[in-house]
């Protein structure tokens, strides 16, 4: 059996430049990966598009799930709020209510179908704006639950939540997936990006990700709006 | 303030029984019951029809959110697997991949949304009929990672699941129900029912849902496909 088939993941692929680079690092790993993106209704629509270029470059599976997450209100991303421009304190309202516990069991439901024991997530507690499903002790529980709610934590198979960028500033996973290829100009952060993926680069998502190309010292090959 | 408006709970509905049930117990609990209902595929369509009906004779507000769990394959309720009629031993083919774990999920987005600390759900330990999801383990560690993945769980509110059925058996529940005036009639629990909602009469659930009125010494208000 050749080895990168032996081992079966599922990767959570939003299409931006954090979930891109999870997808290289478990392809890297020996990985076969089926990618999951989720069509919550999100404004920026071109984060769809990118998921796909991605798993594309990558030779992956996708899997595009549709959730309406509108259906609850409660976020800048989905409902009609504007984003912020400024630097925000706590938690902002780009936040999507219980959004990482929501893929994370999409995850889980394919992970059983697939007899997949991984799941990967992009999340990270350098960079994570103030969001709770994006800490540690979050995934760790995530973890614990997910052993208990499924045939595999019946049958004794250990499920793993793989959560490699977790300790990684926004440089060191740029640095990180362009050594192992990633094409970041197929990603897209920006959480109002228009139809062609071209990004407004005054939102939290656009600021952090120009200053880690930059700290990093790669080329930034985001196309903005203005440009 | 009227003390029924005072707290609000998220009721997980899916039309049968227990959670009709569930739902009696939280509006009798002096909750203000938020009802989630899941269109998830679900070959039994009439279920989603029965949510309506029990919503409506409870006076609850009720949420229909669609995600088609069919683009994952894996169970009899979804897929085009048989529905066994005959007792199974262990996990049975009816039983979908981490449904409950999803669907509390998105109980939980809205019970974020609505700022309501308490969530409801009919699983039951007894008549479990093997899921994993229905243990109350796998329900203790569902609290625990939900107060860490959630504004609740920055802020300090403490969010409950509660699971009143846990412990009860099919005839229990049925007795406390029909004490709080649950209408079993609008319910369907067969997990083939036709379009006007009529039970087999032999899969696993109508079994068990039969001989749950029979010991309660209640009568079957259930119709049934060969009546």
Same mark, same amino acid.
């Given at each position: 059996m050749n080895?990168? *088939?032996?081992? =079966?993941?599922? &990767?959570?692929?939003?299409?931006?430049?954090?979930?891109?680079?999870v997808l290289a690092i478990a392809t890297d790993l020996g990985y076969r990966c089926y990618a999951l993106s989720i069509d919550y209704g999100q404004r920026h629509r071109?984060?769809? =598009?990118?998921?796909?270029?991605?798993?594309?470059?990558?030779?992956?599976?996708?899997?595009?799930?549709?959730?309406?997450l509108?259906? @609850?209100?409660?976020? #800048?991303?989905?409902?009609?709020?504007?984003?912020?421009?400024?630097?925000?304190?706590?938690?902002?309202v780009t936040y999507v209510p219980a959004r990482n516990t929501i893929m994370l069991s999409l995850a889980l439901a394919w992970a059983e179908v697939l007899k997949a024991d991984d799941i990967f997530i992009g999340v990270n507690a350098v960079d994570y704006s103030?969001?709770?499903? %994006? +800490? /540690?002790? @979050?995934?760790? #529980?995530y973890e614990e639950m997910a052993n208990l709610a499924t045939k595999a934590g019946v049958t004794g198979n +250990?499920?793993?939540?793989? *959560? /490699?960028?977790?300790?990684?500033? =926004?440089?060191?996973?740029?640095?990180?997936?362009t050594a192992l290829g990633v094409d970041y100009a197929l990603t897209v952060s920006c959480y109002?990006?228009?139809?062609?993926? +071209?990004? %407004?680069? &005054?939102?939290?998502? %656009?600021r952090i +990700?120009?200053?880690?190309?930059? #700290?990093?010292? &790669?080329?930034? /090959?985001?196309r903005y709006q203005s440009a």
């Open positions: 080895r990168s *088939t032996e081992k =079966k993941a599922v &990767v959570l692929l939003s299409g931006g430049l954090d979930s891109a680079t071109s984060e769809l =598009k990118a998921a796909e270029n991605v798993t594309q470059s990558m030779s992956a599976e996708l899997k595009t799930i549709e959730l309406d509108r259906a @609850f209100g409660g976020s #800048a991303l989905t409902d009609d709020i504007d984003v912020p421009e400024e630097e925000s304190e706590g938690i902002p103030g969001y709770p499903d %994006c +800490r /540690p002790e @979050f995934i760790n #529980a +250990r499920l793993v939540i793989h *959560t /490699p960028l977790i300790d990684l500033s =926004k440089a060191d996973i740029i640095k990180q997936g109002q990006a228009d139809d062609e993926g +071209r990004a %407004c680069g &005054v939102c939290d998502s %656009c +990700r120009a200053a880690g190309f930059e #700290a990093a010292g &790669v080329g930034d /090959p985001t």
